[in-house]
């Protein structure tokens, strides 16, 4: 079975937009930008 951060990534996301919602912005791009340096390296 091949691991993946997603849910994880996900569930922290989620915990901290409830707890402070203005780095909702942050949190969307940061999350962009990581799953789009593993499509590069790893490949969809």
Known sequence: MEWTP?????LIAGILILIVPRLLSYI???YL???GIL???YGY
Do not use: E, R
Request: glycine share 8%.
């Open 28 to 30: 969307v791009a940061i």
């Open 6 to 10: 997603q849910p994880i990534i996900a």
């Open 39 to 41: 499509g590069l390296f």
């Open 33 to 35: 930008i990581i799953v």
